[in-house]
């Protein structure tokens, strides 16, 4: 049975142009490089590849100086410009000269002696060019900004007529010749737009629009600065970097001495934990949050809150004090109320204003998908996000983390491949990701096979391959993509994961365990690892190793089925249902459409002995079961009605299993008990002398007040008379059958 599906978001009923789109996406790639976010930057660069090629337009071809046929030095003599190249008064200059302001010629310059001339020109009277005919610096940053298209405010409530239009000088239009002049609102605000100011829903005051602009000028003032801690940052040196911007003040310097401090808290705890599982391996805050937290509330009034990037950062601590250990006893049941997780919700709606104010920061979208703890808070918070297509490849990628994929996901990503084509890699892995999530591992094989021809060296979800092809037990397959990537990284944490894959395969499950302890020293977080790890620990009989290992990837993610199934499993083993119902239970909330979930919790029920419990649970399995798959899960739900005496349920589940069985090529042995069973049950029920000693109890299903078909009865056993191990009890019901039908007679 397929999942419930959150409601699909819409996009703006005006999409941009690609021109505006491949714009803010080159943008995005830009700031997400300079913010050291290489994860979003590979994720809007793969986007911008993916964008049709814009058309190449006509440039106009170079047109020589004019000849000067005044007698002056021969042509061996180095022209005035050369020497200029060697002065340090002259910054730059350009192939094509730029008319000044007054209209004059744009080759006439003052003399050397003039006021403003340059003077020292080589030769006589060699004239020098002179600077005061270009346009100022800020200027090309005053032609981009200023303007109310760049705000969230504007485009969200704008219609597609009411675009305004940004004038451009002759200088931008060099910088950016592929922006269209009747540039479309884009669904967000672009990420170089460092002067744009709300639109009219969402209008700055006057006050804060001037801090704004204040704030953001102290950016040009320190980017030497920033550029040296950058080096810094990009060479691990995470504290120097810190260091170098202490007394910076700007927006982007903020950001990259409070990230460096965030890794370096990070780092620290990593190089604390120690051995992995031992004594120290805990979840701990990180070590420098309170300071950046207390740094970030003495800042200016509304500065936090007008840069996405901070306010990402702000969400990353927030999240960093959540307590997601669970209780080391028992766990909780599934109707009591949740346990408190401290500043979830303060950091999903930071994040949510973060990606309001820059859309393409895909590591801000990740995080957001983290946040949600069902379908119910994915509906509530659909509303409040950007009307941009990062929102559909959020809302697939979200499906999949709260375990609701669907067919309906494959038209959200059609959707996104009119725009961004078939071959983008990032639509292609999305939709590999929904047909593995809905068990349909051909077509996810076959899109990985199209992903691995395209893009070879891409290594993002090789894990889940390797997945595929464990389930699927194809190992030759699964050894040549181990040994292929192997040559490839084996330092990441997939190839990691890859290779502990293909030994479990092997049932070499010591080396599955060393693969999966490196995959998890280069990344604690890895969820699949730990999960993976526990199940090796399960298959060496270590409970102890497989509890810790299940526990540490419910920290990592509390939305993981396979974990709390994996420890309702390990304490069943230890003969410990009563906890494994707990555990049990957790798995089936997350994956209410699985029809194992439902099984192993009815297992579970069934030796405590609650058998209405174990009814129930069988029910919603059968409810979830493929078609053909249920005749077991009938047959045991009519065994538990039998054991409970009521035996006109019992025989409608073993007509159901019979009829299943029948068609899904069930084994000669289960089938022989059922028509025993039945026709017992026909027996039983026959009007007689003997109908009190036989009577089955029950009543209200079927024809159990017309008295048993006894012609059923002889159908059942003279097809139970034809198998070897139950033909001696077969033919002694004929006999009582006989008896039975004369004294109708």
Same mark, same amino acid.
């Given at each position: 049975?397929?999942?419930?599906?959150?409601?699909?978001?819409?996009?703006?009923?005006?999409?941009?142009?690609?021109?505006?789109?491949?714009?803010?996406?080159?943008?995005?790639?830009?700031?997400?490089?300079?913010?050291?976010?290489?994860?979003?930057?590979?994720?809007?660069?793969?986007?911008?590849?993916?964008?049709?090629?814009?058309?190449?337009?006509?440039?106009?071809?170079?047109?020589?100086?004019?000849?000067?046929?005044?007698?002056?030095?021969?042509?061996?003599?180095?022209?005035?410009?050369?020497?200029?190249?060697?002065?340090?008064?002259?910054?730059?200059?350009?192939?094509?000269?730029?008319?000044?302001?007054?209209?004059?010629?744009?080759?006439?310059?003052?003399?050397?002696?003039?006021?403003?001339?340059?003077?020292?020109?080589?030769?006589?009277?060699?004239?020098?060019?002179?600077?005061?005919?270009?346009?100022?610096?800020?200027?090309?940053?005053?032609?981009?900004?200023?303007?109310?298209?760049?705000?969230?405010?504007?485009?969200?409530?704008?219609?597609?007529?009411?675009?305004?239009?940004?004038?451009?000088?002759?200088?931008?239009?060099?910088?950016?010749?592929?922006?269209?002049?009747?540039?479309?609102?884009?669904?967000?605000?672009?990420?170089s737009s460092r002067d744009a100011a709300p639109g009219p829903a969402e209008a700055w005051p006057d006050a804060n629009h001037a801090a704004r602009q204040e704030w953001l000028a102290r950016d040009d003032d320190e980017q030497d600065l920033y550029t040296l801690a950058l080096a810094h940052l990009r060479s691990h040196e995470l504290?120097?970097?810190?260091?170098?911007?202490?007394n910076c003040a700007g927006p982007k310097a903020r950001w990259l001495r409070s990230y460096a401090k965030y890794l370096a808290g990070e780092k620290r705890l990593q190089e604390e934990a120690g051995e992995l599982l031992g004594v120290k391996d805990r979840p701990q805050p990180n070590p420098f949050t309170q300071e950046l937290l207390?740094?970030?509330?003495?800042?200016?009034?509304?500065?936090?809150?007008?840069?996405?990037?901070?306010?990402?950062?702000?969400?990353?601590?927030?999240?960093?004090?959540?307590?997601?250990?669970?209780?080391?006893?028992?766990?909780?049941?599934?109707?009591?109320?949740?346990?408190?997780?401290?500043?979830?919700?303060?950091?999903?709606?930071?994040?949510?204003?973060?990606?309001?104010?820059?859309?393409?920061?895909?590591?801000?979208?990740?995080?957001?998908?983290?946040?949600?703890?069902?379908?119910?808070?994915?509906?509530?918070?659909?509303?409040?996000?950007?009307?941009?297509?990062?929102?559909?490849?959020?809302?697939?990628?979200?499906?999949?983390?709260?375990?609701?994929?669907?067919?309906?996901?494959?038209?959200?990503?059609?959707?996104?491949?009119?725009?961004?084509?078939?071959?983008?890699?990032?639509?292609?892995?999305?939709?590999?990701?929904?047909?593995?999530?809905?068990?349909?591992?051909?077509?996810?094989?076959?899109?990985?096979a199209t992903l691995r021809k395209s893009d070879p060296y891409r290594l993002d979800d090789i894990d889940v391959l390797s997945n595929i092809l464990y389930v699927s037990d194809k190992r030759p397959e699964l050894a040549a993509l181990a040994q292929e990537y192997t040559r490839l990284d084996r330092t990441r944490p997939e190839v990691?994961?890859? =290779? *502990?894959?293909?030994? !479990?395969?092997?049932?070499?499950?010591?080396? $599955?365990?060393? &693969?999966? %302890? #490196? +995959? @998890?020293?280069?990344?604690?977080?890895?969820?699949?690892?730990?999960?993976?790890?526990?199940?090796?620990?399960?298959?060496?009989?270590?409970?102890?190793?497989?509890?810790?290992?299940?526990?540490?990837?419910?920290?990592?993610?509390?939305?993981?089925?396979?974990?709390?199934?994996?420890?309702?499993?390990?304490?069943?083993?230890?003969?410990?249902?009563?906890?494994?119902?707990?555990?049990?239970?957790?798995?089936?909330?997350?994956?209410?459409?699985?029809?194992?979930?439902?099984?192993?919790?009815?297992?579970?029920?069934?030796?405590?002995?609650?058998?209405?419990?174990?009814?129930?649970?069988?029910?919603?399995?059968?409810?979830?079961?493929?078609?053909?798959?249920?005749?077991?899960?009938?047959?045991? =739900? *009519?065994?538990?009605? !039998?054991?409970?005496?009521?035996?006109?349920? $019992?025989?409608? &589940?073993? %007509? #159901? +299993? @019979?009829?299943?069985?029948?068609?899904?090529?069930?084994?000669?042995?289960?089938?022989?008990?059922?028509?025993?069973?039945?026709?017992?049950?026909?027996?039983?029920?026959?009007?007689?002398?003997?109908?009190?000693?036989?009577?089955?109890?029950?009543?209200?299903?079927?024809?159990?007040?017309?008295?048993?078909?006894?012609?059923?009865?002889?159908?059942?056993?003279?097809?139970?008379?034809?198998?070897?191990?139950?033909?001696?009890?077969?033919?002694?019901?004929?006999?009582?059958?006989?008896?039975?039908?004369?004294?109708?007679?």
């Amino acid at each position: 049975m397929a999942a419930q599906l959150p409601p699909r978001p819409t996009l703006l009923a005006s999409p941009p142009s690609l021109s505006t789109l491949r714009t803010a996406l080159r943008s995005a790639t830009r700031d997400c490089l300079d913010r050291n976010l290489p994860h979003a930057a590979k994720f809007a660069g793969q986007l911008l590849a993916a964008l049709p090629a814009p058309t190449p337009r006509a440039r106009s071809p170079v047109q020589p100086p004019p000849r000067d046929d005044r007698p002056g030095p021969s042509r061996s003599t180095p022209h005035p410009a050369d020497h200029d190249l060697a002065s340090p008064h002259v910054h730059f200059r350009t192939s094509t000269p730029v008319k000044p302001a007054d209209g004059s010629s744009a080759g006439a310059h003052p003399a050397s002696g003039a006021p403003g001339g340059g003077g020292g020109g080589n030769g006589a009277g060699a004239p020098r060019p002179s600077l005061s005919g270009l346009l100022p610096l800020g200027s090309f940053r005053s032609a981009r900004g200023g303007s109310a298209r760049d705000s969230l405010g504007s485009v969200l409530s704008m219609g597609p007529a009411s675009s305004p239009v940004v004038e451009r000088s002759t200088a931008f239009d060099r910088l950016d010749d592929d922006l269209d002049e009747d540039m479309h609102p884009v669904a967000g605000p672009s990420s170089s737009s460092r002067d744009a100011a709300p639109g009219p829903a969402e209008a700055w005051p006057d006050a804060n629009h001037a801090a704004r602009q204040e704030w953001l000028a102290r950016d040009d003032d320190e980017q030497d600065l920033y550029t040296l801690a950058l080096a810094h940052l990009r060479s691990h040196e995470l504290q120097r970097t810190a260091h170098v911007l202490r007394n910076c003040a700007g927006p982007k310097a903020r950001w990259l001495r409070s990230y460096a401090k965030y890794l370096a808290g990070e780092k620290r705890l990593q190089e604390e934990a120690g051995e992995l599982l031992g004594v120290k391996d805990r979840p701990q805050p990180n070590p420098f949050t309170q300071e950046l937290l207390e740094d970030m509330a003495s800042w200016e009034p509304g500065f936090l809150e007008s840069d996405g990037w901070l306010l990402y950062l702000q969400a990353l601590l927030l999240l960093s004090l959540m307590p997601t250990a669970p209780a080391p006893t028992a766990a909780r049941p599934l109707d009591a109320p949740p346990p408190a997780l401290d500043y979830r919700l303060a950091a999903l709606e930071t994040l949510v204003n973060s990606v309001r104010l820059e859309p393409y920061n895909w590591s801000a979208w990740l995080k957001i998908a983290d946040c949600l703890d069902g379908p119910e808070e994915l509906e509530a918070t659909l509303p409040f996000l950007p009307q941009c297509y990062p929102l559909l490849l959020f809302y697939v990628h979200a499906t999949l983390e709260i375990h609701a994929a669907g067919d309906a996901l494959h038209d959200c990503l059609d959707e996104l491949e009119a725009v961004f084509g078939a071959d983008c890699s990032v639509i292609t892995g999305l939709r590999a990701l929904v047909y593995y999530h809905i068990r349909e591992f051909d077509d996810a094989t076959a899109l990985f096979a199209t992903l691995r021809k395209s893009d070879p060296y891409r290594l993002d979800d090789i894990d889940v391959l390797s997945n595929i092809l464990y389930v699927s037990d194809k190992r030759p397959e699964l050894a040549a993509l181990a040994q292929e990537y192997t040559r490839l990284d084996r330092t990441r944490p997939e190839v990691c994961c890859l =290779i *502990g894959n293909y030994f !479990s395969l092997r049932r070499d499950h010591e080396k $599955a365990i060393l &693969y999966f %302890r #490196r +995959a @998890l020293k280069l990344d604690r977080g890895y969820l699949s690892a730990w999960t993976l790890m526990g199940h090796e620990y399960v298959e060496m009989k270590n409970t102890n190793a497989a509890i810790a290992s299940y526990r540490r990837a419910v920290d990592v993610n509390r939305k993981d089925y396979r974990a709390w199934y994996g420890l309702g499993q390990t304490y069943e083993l230890l003969g410990e249902p009563f906890y494994a119902v707990s555990y049990y239970q957790r798995a089936a909330a997350l994956r209410p459409y699985d029809a194992r979930m439902w099984s192993a919790l009815a297992s579970c029920y069934e030796k405590l002995k609650r058998i209405p419990d174990a009814i129930r649970a069988h029910q919603r399995a059968l409810l979830s079961s493929e078609p053909g798959d249920g005749s077991d899960l009938a047959l045991r =739900i *009519g065994k538990l009605y !039998s054991a409970t005496g009521q035996g006109a349920h $019992a025989a409608a &589940y073993h %007509r #159901r +299993a @019979l009829a299943e069985g029948v068609r899904g090529g069930m084994g000669a042995n289960e089938l022989g008990r059922v028509y025993l069973w039945l026709a017992k049950w026909e027996m039983r029920r026959a009007p007689g002398p003997a109908a009190a000693g036989r009577g089955g109890g029950g009543g209200g299903i079927g024809e159990e007040d017309k008295g048993g078909d006894l012609g059923k009865a002889e159908e059942y056993l003279r097809v139970v008379e034809g198998t070897q191990e139950y033909r001696d009890e077969a033919k002694a019901l004929l006999k009582d059958l006989e008896v039975l039908m004369l004294s109708r007679e």
